[in-house]
């Protein structure tokens, strides 16, 4: 299995502001994926990030709000743009592993006033 | 669109009282059902993958079962360290390697 890690762990941030999440892979990945996992709710998936290449988002996220990064492969950021307080969520990053699973990193969570 | 329950939401046990997880699903074209566990604060951690209706997994006291409409996650004799989010989530053939999860579990197990 793959050993993620997220930074920040957690923040708090002021409405309109940005906040970039970086998520750091102990072994090289093809794809990466950032998933929004709301106040007691599960986890959607905000967009997939494959190296060289632009990442692809779901329904409902949006390149300006959620721009990614992808320099190499086990290196990806997520920034959270012009933030509202219906952005405080924990973001999580997930690589593909082998027998076709994903595995999550801790997590970063972030609260919005 | 793909369509993952999860029963009960909640579900208190006592020490060493077996019990079961439901995960439904409406998916056209499974490929993978996953079961993960997920503790406070953190990030899920993977327990199992599911392809075919009657394929079975276990892992300690944890067995997941899959059948063509819903996967079950049977918990014997529990302990409090069991004590999680339990989520359950598919993959559709054609949908690279997007996970569709379940709202979740959350299982309480007291000594």
């Known amino acids: 299995s793959a050993v993620i890690s997220q930074k920040p762990s957690r923040d708090i941030c002021q409405r309109g502001t940005s906040l970039t999440i970086q998520c750091q892979v102990d072994s090289q990945v093809t794809m990466m994926f950032w998933y929004r996992q709301q106040p007691g709710q599960s986890l959607t998936l905000i967009a997939t990030a494959n190296q060289g290449s632009e990442a692809t988002y779901e329904s409902g996220f949006v390149i300006d709000k959620f721009p990614i990064s992808r320099p190499n492969l086990t290196f990806s950021t997520l920034t959270v743009s012009n933030m509202s307080p219906e952005d405080s969520s924990i973001y999580l990053c997930s690589v593909r592993g082998g027998a076709d699973t994903q595995y999550f990193g801790p997590g970063t969570r972030l609260t919005v006033l | 669109e793909d369509q993952v329950t999860q029963s009960p939401e909640a579900l208190r046990l006592q020490e060493g009282e077996s019990s079961s997880l439901n995960c439904s699903y409406t998916?056209?074209?499974?490929?993978?059902l996953f079961w993960y566990r997920q503790d406070p604060g953190k990030g899920p951690e993977f327990l199992f993958t599911l392809y075919s209706a009657g394929e079975e997994k276990e892992k300690e006291r944890l067995k997941a079962t899959l059948t063509k409409k819903e996967s079950f996650l049977h918990i014997t004799a529990p302990k409090p360290e069991d004590s999680a989010t339990y989520l359950c989530a598919v993959q559709r053939e054609t949908s690279g390697s997007r996970l569709t999860f379940g709202e979740g579990t959350q299982l309480t197990v007291n000594p």
């Open positions: 998916v056209s074209g499974l490929r993978g």
